[in-house]
């Protein structure tokens, strides 16, 4: 069941709809050209979090994409709403998503709206199981984003066709999931996700405690769970470092994940049929990172 609510500016908490119902009009650009931006976030007992981080960067893809959205107030109470107008959000993890489209042709406004649904149970047990990933490329130089700013990277915005595609085609191949690489070999991200990475021990063999995620040049977007993390992990005691990385850098790690909001921190046990570390040392990481992030939570 989801829960539906638009942002008005006659309704200063939002207006309750019902997601059965007609909403959309057939003319939005957010429908007929994928013109728009959206944010996922995980509810817990009913609270939002990381709110703050996702409302920050839900106005930097408006600023990029050059869209006028309503402010985080108006955001802030919608999810309230929402969230109150969902028994199962006292109970159990929920996802809300925001969306904002550049609305109908010739309206100049925004269409935006929040809607609230549990986590579903196949993603969660991916936080258990891990995943069986495949790289792909991307299609793009790893220096694309600073030579051609209007292909948006770094937003997050509607048009995630590309990305469902490869999700496709990874489970078409047996794989649970991908990690995009560039034209010149660097990785980028998942579809859905951030990449990390661990070492425990450096060249010479000494202890090491070392988080890696790939760097934000490439025209990635900004990870709120996996900087979320990296604040708690620092204060744990663990090293940080951001790319570049590469495929052998995956395989050569102790541990590597997928990280998103919603499903957290998803440890990868392949990549492309080859292991990532050893399912003992996965294992203790996961559980250790995880109890960090939970921190944030």
């Known amino acids: 069941m989801t829960t539906l609510v638009f942002l008005d500016p006659q309704h200063p908490a939002g207006r309750l709809a019902d997601p059965a119902a007609p909403a959309i009009m057939a003319t939005d650009q957010g429908l007929t050209r994928g013109d728009g931006i959206f944010e996922s976030l995980l509810a817990v007992k009913g609270a939002p979090r990381k709110l703050g981080a996702h409302l920050a960067r839900l106005a930097a893809s408006a600023e990029l994409m050059d869209l006028t959205i309503p402010d985080a107030g108006a955001w802030q109470a919608a999810i309230l709403h929402a969230l109150a107008a969902t028994p199962e959000s006292q109970d159990r993890q929920c996802t809300v998503r925001l969306t904002a489209t550049r609305g109908p042709e010739g309206a100049h406004r925004a269409t935006a709206w929040v809607a609230v649904s549990t986590v579903s149970p ?3 047990a991916q936080r258990e199981k891990g995943l ?6 991307r299609g793009y130089d790893s220096d694309i984003a600073a030579r051609a700013p209007w292909l948006l990277l770094g937003a997050k915005t509607l048009s995630y066709a590309v990305n469902m595609a490869a999700l496709r085609h990874a489970h078409s191949e047996g794989a649970d999931d991908v990690i995009f690489t560039s034209r010149d070999g660097l990785v980028l991200e998942g579809p859905t996700s951030s990449v990390l990475l661990a070492h425990i021990s450096d060249d010479s063999g000494d202890p090491v405690k070392r988080l890696i995620t790939p760097h934000l040049d490439t025209g990635i ?13 620092r204060d744990a005691g663990w090293e940080l470092g951001y790319g570049p990385v590469t495929p052998e850098d995956l395989l050569d790690a102790d541990a590597a994940w997928l990280i998103s909001s919603i499903r957290l921190l998803a440890p990868i046990n392949t ?4 292991s990532v570390g050893t399912a003992g040392i996965r294992q203790v990481l996961t559980a250790e990172l995880s109890a960090l992030l939970a921190q944030t939570l």
Do not use: N, S, W
């Not at 990549?271 to 080859?274: E, L, R, S, Y």
């Open 122 to 124: 196949a993603l969660a």
């Open 132 to 137: 069986d990933v495949m790289l792909l490329e």
């Open 221 to 233: 977007l900004p990870g709120t769970t996996q900087g979320a993390l990296f604040a708690a992990a």
């Open 271 to 274: 990549i492309d049929g080859h």
